[in-house]
Every structure is written in structure tokens, then in C-alpha cells.
């Protein structure tokens, strides 16, 4: 398929006549890495290990352009940064926080115990991670949101210490809203630190900054690049990229509503992939005809325009039938079902980050204010990821007893097991008990 002839949009026209290398393109959403941000990522992670805090204190010289005196921000800076936010804005992320906590708190696990055999026992226990670390951009992109998002879980499923670590700006603190949100979400540590030296101090440990268990939170590609590369050391949510959507539509949709979805994922990022599945040809038409006169006015409009004009993409379809395998290849960060029959239809959902139902469920709802997490898997890797949840927040210990007319019983055969993998003591052990 040419790339017709919309000024905006890259792909436009039946699906089913996508070329192969357009369809790949917008499959194939994780990209290489960069080779110079991954060399550039793995000498500041070195230079964090090898000098701790000194290291931190040269990096925000020399990328943040502040000589900061230290590294923790009191608590009693971000509290006040939330005693000066506008009351309209401190109760809405109030609400947030109070409905994150709600649908995070419904996701508690509980211990489990079966018997196998008479006398085995076997048991599963969740327990909180010690210290978490949720990192928030700063700079171009501050989103106080996000620190609800890694916070308010964090606490609610008791982790004994959640820090957050921040860009400091020139004063030499993070944003005011970033430190208003972490003093709202009950976070119990914060560093002006940003970029991959944060990431760094959080996966290593500094002098000041602790060591986490796990690293949550979005950020710029040196902050995911560094992410991937302190994995062996630390846990992280899962790997991120430019944010996306996904919407299937139907003859009740209202054209409008999806091309203000569209554009809404579109303004984050340049790579911001938006794409639509309209049933039939004249309401592909005519969403698109939305897309463009909604974005000329967007006022974002660079960003809009180059995200829908690299991955941009509103393609008509015969049937739904004919939309449900490019949703599970295409496995969006938010799939947005403006159908007639949207609860019906998830049942045919399996790869997606996130589902909303039905066009008045906005994206924008679920990145704000219905509890659920918006920290969510990109690039099609919600094939295997889950979006940031409670569990994330638990690592689970694995228990077992044998009485001893069990073990008995057991014996024989775990020798005999062991002895086929030339694990002789094993046998050893095992034989050992089988007299009761």
C-alpha cells in the first residue's frame, strides 16, 4: 500500500492490501538499541559503581547544569510543595491516589498450602519487596501521575521503603508537582537525581541512595536503555517505549471520539504509534477526515503530526472477524473498543496492556484517574507482559514438609532419580529415610 494521500497520516486504505513491509513496520515496534546510548548508558553505570555519590553529584553538573549540595530532598520540601498546590490540582491527584489505591488493593494475593501426597506439604507465601525505587521524569516531560502510579502500589502492598528519584531543575529539586505527588503517595525517600546515574544508584546502591529490590517508572531512552542493562542486578517493571493505541471501531462509533484518542496518544512521543481498525471503508474515510482537522489545531502539533505521520495509521476493515489477529499481533499498550458489543468483545482479547470499553472509557481516564495502572508493556511486548500491578510489588516464598512415614514413602524414588542424574549424595540423602 502507497502511503496515500492524507498529509498526515503514513498508512491509510483496506488492510488487507497493507504492503508487507508497512504491516512489519507497524508490528515491529522495539526497534534496535542504540549502539551509542547503550555505550553511552553502560560508561555512566561504571562511573556510578566505581565513585557512588561523587559520580552523582559531576552528573548533575554536567546534565542537569546544577551544583546541588546534596542528594536527598527533605520531606519537608515535597510536603510543602503539596501545601502550595493549586487545591483544584492536589484534590484531583488526591482522587487518583484513592482510587489507585482502591484497584491495587483488591489485588492482594494470599499464602496457599496443598498436600500432594498424605504427609507432603507444599506452601507459597507472598512477601512485600524491602525497597523499591520509582523513577520520575523530569525536564520536557513531568508526570506527577506516573509517581501515583509506582507509589501508591508500592505502599499499599506494604514494601518496606519506596524512594523516588527525580531530574533536579535549577534550583536543584525536582518539578513541584513530582515532589507533591511523592509526599502525597506516601513515599518515604527522595533524591534529585535523573537519567541512567539514578537508574545506576538504584540498582547498586550509593552512599546516600539505597539499594532497591525493584526499579519502576517511564523515562527517556537513556532511562530505559539503562533499565535493560541493570536487569541482572535488579528487577524492572518491563521494558518501555514510545506510548501507543489501538482502536477498533464499529458503525456506532463516533468518528470524533477516536480521532481525539488518536491524537491524545499521539502528542507524548514523535514514535507514538496510533492506529484504528474501522469497520468498512466510509467510516475509515471519515475518521481519518477527524484525525486531520483535529490535528491542525492540536497544540502539540509538531509532536502530533510526526507521530501519526511515522506510525500513524487508520485502516478499514470487511468484518471484525477480520480485525481480531492483527489486535493479538499488534498487542497495543491501550486497546480502545468503540463497538456496539465492547464487554463481548474482550472476550476476544488476549494481547493488550490495557482494554477499555466502549468510546466514553477515554485513555485519558485510565492514564488519570480510574485506578488502574497506566504503567504499561509497549511494543508488542504485552504478548508477554502485564501492566505494573500489585504482584510486582511481592516476591513469593516457596515452603515445604515431609513427615516422616512420607519421607519414608519417598525415599526409593527420588534415589532412583538421582541416581539416573549421577547425583549420588542426593540419593544418599533421600535413602536415608526410608524406614519410618
Known amino acids: 500500500m ?5 498529509s498526515i497520516l503514513r498508512y491509510r486504505g483496506p488492510l488487507s492490501e497493507l504492503a508487507p513491509e508497512d504491516l512489519r513496520r507497524l508490528l515491529d515496534r522495539v526497534g534496535g538499541s542504540d549502539a551509542r546510548v547503550a555505550l553511552r548508558v553502560s560508561e555512566l553505570i561504571a562511573r556510578v559503581r566505581s565513585d557512588g555519590d561523587r559520580a552523582l553529584f559531576e552528573m548533575a553538573r554536567q546534565f542537569d547544569r546544577v551544583e546541588l549540595t ?31 489505591a482502591r484497584a491495587h488493593a483488591a489485588q492482594k494475593p494470599r499464602a496457599v498450602e496443598v498436600e500432594t501426597e498424605p504427609g507432603v506439604l507444599v506452601g507459597r507465601r507472598p512477601d512485600p519487596l524491602g525497597c523499591v525505587g520509582v523513577y520520575a521524569p523530569g525536564g520536557r516531560a513531568v508526570y506527577p501521575s506516573s509517581v501515583l502510579m509506582g507509589v501508591v502500589p508500592a505502599k499499599v502492598a506494604g514494601v518496606g521503603q519506596v524512594i523516588v528519584c527525580s531530574p533536579p531543575g535549577p534550583d536543584g529539586l525536582p518539578h513541584a508537582s513530582v515532589m507533591a505527588a511523592a509526599a502525597l503517595a506516601g513515599a518515604d525517600r527522595v533524591f534529585a537525581l535523573g537519567g541512567a546515574g539514578a537508574v545506576a544508584a538504584m540498582a547498586y546502591g550509593t552512599e546516600s541512595v539505597p539499594r532497591v529490590d525493584r526499579i519502576v517508572g517511564p523515562g527517556n531512552a537513556y532511562v530505559a536503555e539503562a533499565k535493560l542493562q541493570v536487569v541482572g542486578s535488579v528487577a524492572i517493571e518491563a521494558p518501555a517505549g514510545p506510548s501507543e493505541i489501538l482502536v477498533i471501531a ?54 502530533v503530526t510526526s507521530a501519526l505521520g511515522s506510525r500513524g495509521a487508520v485502516l478499514s476493515v470487511q468484518s471484525l472477524e477480520e480485525a481480531w489477529p492483527f489486535v493479538s499481533d499488534f498487542a497495543p499498550e491501550h486497546l480502545l473498543l468503540a463497538t456496539a458489543s465492547p464487554q463481548a468483545d474482550l472476550e476476544r482479547v488476549r494481547n493488550a496492556g490495557t482494554v477499555f470499553l466502549g468510546e466514553r ?35 513469593w516464598t516457596t515452603y515445604q514438609r515431609v513427615e516422616r512415614q512420607a519421607a519414608a514413602g519417598l525415599a526409593e524414588d527420588v534415589g532412583l532419580l538421582a541416581d539416573s542424574e549421577g547425583l549420588f549424595a542426593h540419593a544418599d540423602a533421600a535413602r536415608a529415610w526410608r524406614r519410618p
Open 2 to 6: 502507497d502511503t496515500l494521500t492524507s
Open 361 to 395: 472509557s477515554s485513555v485519558a481516564y485510565g492514564d488519570y484517574m480510574t485506578g488502574s495502572n497506566h504503567v504499561l508493556p509497549t511494543a508488542g511486548l504485552a504478548r508477554a507482559y502485564s501492566g505494573l500491578n500489585l504482584l510486582d510489588f511481592y516476591r
Open 250 to 303: 464499529d458503525g456506532t462509533a463516533n468518528p470524533e471520539a477516536v480521532a481525539r484518542e488518536m491524537l491524545a496518544q499521539a502528542e507524548h512521543d514523535p514514535e507514538a504509534a496510533c492506529v484504528t481498525l474501522a469497520l468498512g471503508e466510509a467510516l475509515a474515510d471519515t475518521i481519518a477526515a477527524a484525525v486531520e482537522r483535529l490535528a491542525e489545531g492540536a497544540k502539540r502539533w509538531e509532536i
Open 70 to 100: 546534596a542528594l536527598e530532598v527533605p520531606m519537608a520540601r515535597c510536603q510543602a510543595a503539596l501545601a502550595a498546590l493549586e487545591p483544584g490540582l492536589r484534590e484531583a491527584l488526591a482522587r487518583a491516589a484513592r482510587n489507585i
